[in-house]
T-cell receptor, first 113, second 114 residues
């Protein structure tokens, strides 16, 4: 069985300060991990993904995530938050096949001007 | 060029009606999905088709019937709509081979049953 835990349901940061969205996973297989972002009334957009190559993954819009096997974590970071980053973020785990996706419950990011 | 497109985006209908949501992808993927997002934003897979064959059929009422006429299309038909069916339905697609293939999502269809 596999699972994804997003440790914070809501994160609030000031514009220009760093963002940290935390994700832990559990998987019997070598995992592939994704971060998706969902803006209000929009679909899910891929931010970045890890598939057993470099453990530090860079994504779009200045986001990056580090895969830490020893900690079973895949936290998402950004050095400086922008107002347009306010959205719902999902950490997603893929197991043996791409259709075996497990979604975290999401973290809502609020950015305060 | 929209990669995964679904229609309609918004749908308001009465209980008991039958409705369909259409989905098309132009990415050349061989696998398509329907996901349901509830009011708490939780995403749950409903169905998955690979090369027009049903490969995932989660515990979903049989009022929901997917149809895949070809690899590029996966439609969702819902009979006898109930209030609890109100949700956002996302179509998605990917290549099936190998773990870690990116799944591409449509913009969602907001279904409200009144």
């Amino acid at each position: 069985a596999q699972s994804v835990t997003q440790l914070d349901s809501h994160v609030s940061v000031s514009e220009g300060t760093p963002v940290l969205l935390r994700c832990n996973y559990s998987s019997s297989y070598s995992p592939s991990l994704f971060w998706y972002v969902q803006h209000p009334n929009k679909g899910l957009q891929l931010l970045l993904k890890y598939t057993s190559a470099a453990t530090l993954v860079k994504g779009i819009n200045g986001f990056e995530a580090e895969f830490k096997k020893s900690e079973t974590s895949f936290h998402l970071t950004k050095p400086s938050a922008h107002m347009s980053d306010a959205a719902e973020y999902f950490c997603v785990l893929s197991g043996a096949g791409s259709y075996q996706l497990t979604f975290g419950k999401g973290t809502k990011l609020s950015v305060i001007p | 060029d929209t990669a995964v497109s679904q229609t309609p985006k918004y749908l308001v209908t009465q209980m008991g009606n039958d409705k369909s949501i259409k989905c098309e992808q132009n990415l050349g993927h061989d696998t398509m999905y329907w996901y349901k997002q509830d009011s708490k934003k939780f995403l749950k897979i409903m169905f998955s088709y690979n090369n027009k064959e049903l490969i995932i059929n989660e515990t979903v009422p049989n009022r929901f019937s997917p149809k895949s006429p070809d690899k590029a299309h996966l439609n969702l038909h819902i009979n006898s709509l109930e209030l609890g069916d109100s949700a956002v339905y996302f179509c998605a697609s990917s290549f099936s081979q190998g773990a870690g293939n990116t799944i591409y999502f449509g913009e969602g269809s907001w279904l409200t049953v009144v």
